[in-house]
């Protein structure tokens, strides 16, 4: 199931929440939207799946608009909506039993709960009231929510914001297992999580796509860029950006991370002017690949 997007836009009195987004995503891909508080994610998964009207702009869903077909289309997505919303005083298997009878014949109800209980490892606690669950269990029980009528795309907001960290790994870990049979978006604005779980990043800020690249190619290009230098004597920050073929620099005193364009080292130029001012060069290190730097440089501008 593909899922693509054109020229969406979502207007809130002057704030553009969703501003001309495009994009499409392949049968089988899991992939990140990625991007800072209020950048629109959530907004454009609210659209995607027919719970809010865009402004403008189509979404189609395996090529069929979802203005013309919601109806039909809602058995192929799963939703876990931000922030999870439960009925607290159900229990785990009532509560599946429940939202499959939604979407399935009677006939199929049980079947279906039972396979979305032991996908997300809720079989010990299945006749637990949902309110006595722990966070990373409740979590459990909205993915198995989103999932129990076998759809063929999952769209997650935010699936692991709140967890602790073990909660965190055990939550990633099912999202790339599911991510083996459907199509799934998650959304998120932490880029380890991109980077644990999805094949490609959807980078979103002010809600625009800034990026939409696969983890592996943004890797690349931003390990490129980056240098870290130490000199034994203090410097101005505006003497750095003043180096040829320096783009960015953060730091102060002796320590400053250096950013060039993609294809320049700037690592001569660097030494050259230490020469010059007669100081020296401590250290210097190209960086690797750091996702964080890409993120931050392309949602703060
Ligand atoms: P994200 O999911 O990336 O954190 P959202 O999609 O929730 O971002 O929000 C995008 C922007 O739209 C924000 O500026 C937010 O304040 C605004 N927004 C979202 N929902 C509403 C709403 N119901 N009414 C007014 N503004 C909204």
């Not at 459990?140 to 009528?149: K, L, N, Q, Y």
Request: aromatic content about 6%; overall charge neutral; some cysteine.
């Amino acid at each position: 199931m593909s899922v693509r997007v054109e020229h969406l836009l979502k207007i809130y009195g002057e704030n553009k929440a969703v501003d001309d987004i495009s994009f499409s995503i392949n049968s089988g891909e899991v992939v990140g939207f990625l991007g800072p508080n209020g950048a629109g994610k959530s907004t454009t998964m609210k659209i995607i799946t027919g719970c809010i009207a865009s402004d403008g702009g189509e979404v189609f869903i395996n090529g069929i608009n979802i203005k013309n077909g919601m109806k039909d289309l809602k058995r192929t997505i799963g939703y876990l909506p931000e922030n999870n919303p439960l009925y607290l005083n159900m229990y785990v298997k009532e509560y599946l039993e429940y939202s499959a009878s939604m979407y399935l014949p009677k006939l199929e109800v049980k079947t279906a709960v039972d396979n979305a209980i032991e996908s997300v490892g809720l079989t010990s606690h299945q006749y637990k009231k949902i309110g006595e669950l722990s966070k990373g269990y409740k979590q459990r029980t909205g993915i198995a929510r989103a999932m129990v009528h076998n759809p063929s795309i999952l769209i997650l907001d935010e699936p692991t914001t709140g967890l602790d960290p073990n909660q965190i790994v055990e939550i990633r870990n099912l999202i790339r297992e599911l991510g083996k049979e459907k199509t799934v978006i998650l959304s998120t604005h932490i880029m380890q999580e991109a980077e644990a779980v999805c094949d490609r990043a959807i980078i979103i800020s002010k809600g625009k796509i800034v990026a939409d690249n696969t983890l592996k190619n943004l890797e690349e290009e931003s390990s490129q860029s980056i240098v870290t230098v130490e000199f034994d004597s203090e410097v101005k920050i505006e003497e750095i950006q003043n180096i040829s073929g320096v783009k960015k620099v953060e730091g102060s005193g002796k320590n400053f991370i250096v950013s060039s364009a993609e294809d320049i080292d700037v690592r001569k130029n660097i030494f050259d002017f230490a020469v010059k001012k007669n100081i020296s060069v401590l250290s210097m290190t190209k960086n690797k690949g750091n996702l964080e730097n890409i993120f931050r440089d392309l949602t703060q501008k």
